[in-house]
Nanobody, 127 residues
Framework: VQLQASGGGLVQPGGSLRLSCEAS????????IAWFRQAPGKEREAVSCISSSDGRTKYADSVQGRFTISRDLAKNTLFLQMNRLQPEDTAVYFC?????????????????????WGQGTLVTVSS
């Protein structure tokens, strides 16, 4: 199982970025997949999750309405469209797989639920 995140970079406040996470060794159609982020000196926090069974999504309050998680099952790739970025969004972003569930449940924000992690991609929001 591998998760390869990409698409990070430097963007000005108010700008947009689209992250990708290419999955291999399993199908995105079978597991819940999430984006997490970790800022310097802070704990890793959940950003968003998408259920494999029905495509339902969950978001952290801090990104609700600005970020959109999606997937392309044919390409086995997960995306995170990030709009209206702010300096507090600066972090390394990771994609992660919950190998035991197809659904983003109540506790989707718990990093311990996820078994497989990508290497992360750095997003820096600064003027």
């Amino acid at each position: 199982v591998q998760l390869q995140a990409s698409g990070g970079g430097l963007v000005q406040p108010g700008g947009s970025l689209r992250l990708s996470c290419e999955a291999s060794g399993f199908s995105l159609g079978y597991n819940a997949i999430a984006w997490f982020r970790q800022a310097p000196g802070k704990e890793r926090e959940a950003v968003s999750c998408i259920s494999s069974s029905d495509g339902r999504t969950k978001y952290a309050d801090s990104v609700q309405g600005r970020f959109t998680i999606s997937r392309d099952l044919a390409k086995n790739t997960l995306f995170l469209q990030m709009n209206r970025l702010q300096p507090e969004d600066t972090a390394v972003y990771f994609c992660a797989r919950d190998s035991r569930s197809a659904i983003c449940g109540t506790y989707f924000y718990r990093a311990s639920r996820y078994d497989d992690w990508g290497q992360g991609t750095l997003v820096t929001v600064s003027s």
